[in-house]
Structure formats: C-alpha cells, structure tokens
C-alpha cells in the first residue's frame, strides 16, 4: 500500500511560479515511476509529467520548458517545479505513483489546487 500526500499548492500571479511536493507513506523500498496530473475545472485529467526511479523524465509536449519534475528516492518525495505559470495551469494537480511487481500497482494523492490569476 502506498498513501500520498501532496503540498505546495495555492494561489499563484500569471508569470509566477510554485514547487508542489508530494511524499509517499510506504513500506515498499522504492517507488518504480512517479507522476503528476492535472484536472482543470470542466476538463479531464491529464498527464503532466513523469519520472522513473532511474531519472528518465516525460512530459506533456505543451509544458516541457516550463515544468520540471524532480524525485529523491531516498525520501521517497516527488516535486514539480512550475514556472512561468499561466490562468490554463489552473487545476488539481495530483501525485502518482507506480510499484512494479508481478502486477503494476498505481496509486493516487488526493490533489492540491493551484489558482493562477491574473
């Protein structure tokens, strides 16, 4: 089982920029691939970034530049740094994370909001 908490969320200025945290509460040694999601108000959710335990990143084509996501295994904490943040990168961003055994587990956060104004 796998229990995340996720931070760092709240009301930003269009061009600002916030670091969202996210620990994992675990007794599994490590956390294979972590990822975070956003739900904007009336749309579904979407994939924001990823990262393996290695260090191999992904990220939606329209945030790369912008966001960067980061890990520390030993802490078992995922961050996203968002810069240059924009009124459409308001939403729930929710943290994931996946343990690979002979099944794939994937768990979720419950979110936290972040409001860009303008």
């Known amino acids: 089982q796998v229990q995340l908490v996720e931070s760092g969320g709240g009301l930003v200025q269009a061009g600002g920029s916030l670091r969202l945290s996210c620990v994992a509460s675990?007794?599994?040694?490590?956390?294979?691939?972590w990822g975070w999601y956003r739900q904007a108000p009336g749309k579904e959710r979407e994939l924001v970034a990823t990262?393996?335990?290695?260090?191999?990143?992904d990220y939606a084509d329209s945030l790369k530049g912008r966001f960067t996501i980061s890990r520390d295994n030993a802490k078992k904490m995922v961050y996203l740094q968002m810069n240059d943040l924009q009124l459409e990168d308001t939403a729930v961003y929710y943290c994931?994370?996946?343990?690979?055994?002979?099944?794939?587990?994937?768990?979720w956060g419950q979110g936290t909001l972040v409001t860009v104004s303008s």
């Open positions: 675990t007794s599994f040694r490590t956390i294979d691939a």
């Open positions: 994931t994370a996946q343990i690979r055994l002979l099944k794939t587990y994937n768990y």
């Open positions: 990262c393996t335990s290695g260090g191999s990143t």
